[in-house]
């Protein structure tokens, strides 16, 4: 089994800056894409940034420029560094990863638990 924990969620004012973490755990044989997408009260869950294992990134059109997605491959770990933060952003944030377990053939996603990024004004 595979296991993502997030961590960094919190209440920041407008303008500040936010970094998040998950690390994914387990039977990992390797891990293609990680991402991050998030999801407000009464809205649908949307991407936010993903990143593949070669460093390919893309991001969501409202926080390009303020929001950047990394890796580290050695700790199967995606960060999300958020600046210039505003109220808009108040989601709950999750990570996703696109895993091929040990012995298998075919990756499948994963989630986190999620983690609550709240920005006031």
């Known amino acids: 089994q595979v296991q993502l924990v997030e961590s960094g969620g919190g209440l920041v004012q407008a303008g500040g800056s936010l970094r998040l973490s998950c690390a994914a755990s387990?039977?990992?044989?390797?891990?293609?894409?990680m991402g991050w997408y998030r999801q407000a009260p009464g809205k649908q869950r949307e991407l936010v940034a993903r990143?593949?294992?070669?460093?390919?990134?893309n991001y969501a059109d409202s926080v390009k420029g303020r929001f950047t997605i990394s890796r580290d491959n050695a700790k199967n770990t995606v960060y999300l560094q958020m600046n210039s933060l505003k109220p808009e952003d108040t989601a709950v944030y999750y990570c996703?990863?696109?895993?091929?377990?040990?012995?298998?053939?075919?990756?499948?996603?994963?989630w986190g638990q999620g983690t609550q990024v709240t920005v006031s004004l």
């Open positions: 387990g039977s990992i044989g390797s891990i293609n894409v």
């Open positions: 996703s990863a696109n895993v091929r377990q040990v012995g298998s053939v075919w990756p499948q996603d994963y």
């Open positions: 990143i593949t294992d070669g460093g390919y990134t």
